[in-house]
């Protein structure tokens, strides 16, 4: 059960964010404003208790997401790959010590990077992604970590995205949505998959809070299925954060 979401808020630059196709440049920076704070609202609608981090202004500070990994026990602070968004583990870790959590502090450390969009929990086990941004070095060091609270812990390669969440996410304990990249999986052969179009790829990135879940708006197809395994669905506008090439894991985390 989440009781807190922590989130940062959205900076005037962000339309400088990191984006592979060159998209954050068509960002409109007060749109993504109002997407974030529907995202708050939303978060918010199912009780949970919201946390904003201290101003933050790096271009890319909204995906607060990849700054830390929380569990009941820990709380590991990543190391970014980016140049650009390395320093954004400091407004996390300021909030951190704010919020005063019991929680023994890891941290990943060089020549390991990791950033969360490629760590996916699901009940006890734990998929890494090992993608552009999380590498070996990065993933060994958190699975070292999560073993020691009893999680399994599985990589999976990642080619075709930018995170292992890109394209891969849990919608219930045994239902994961994802692209085709991961549809034969052998990681992922116990799960009941909603494999994606090619049109709808960015829908593979859905955020199960308790008994809700949080999906991306304008992807009928994927909403058609996701509806046939939950009845607790809502859709929030994603439009600008998509072209900075985040979705709605990456705007929280969660405790
Ligand atoms: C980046 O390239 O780092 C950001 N523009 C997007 C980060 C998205 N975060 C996530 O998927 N967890």
Known sequence: MKNIAIVKSVPDIFNNAISDAGTSKLIDVDKARLQHSQYIDALSSIGLRIVKAPPDAHVDSPFVEDTAIITDKGLIITNLREASRKDEIQATQEMFNLLNLNRVK?????????EGGDVLFIQNKVFIGISRRTNIEGANQLKKILEKENFSVEFIEVKNCLHLK?????ISDDVVICTEEFKDNPALSGFKKIILDKDEEYAANCLKVNDALLVPMGYPGALEEIRKYHNNVIELDMSEFKKADGGLTCLSLLI
Do not use: F, N
Not at 166 to 170: K, V
């Open 106 to 114: 890891h941290q990943i450390e060089h020549p390991g990077y990791l």
């Open 166 to 170: 890109s394209g891969l996410t849990a």
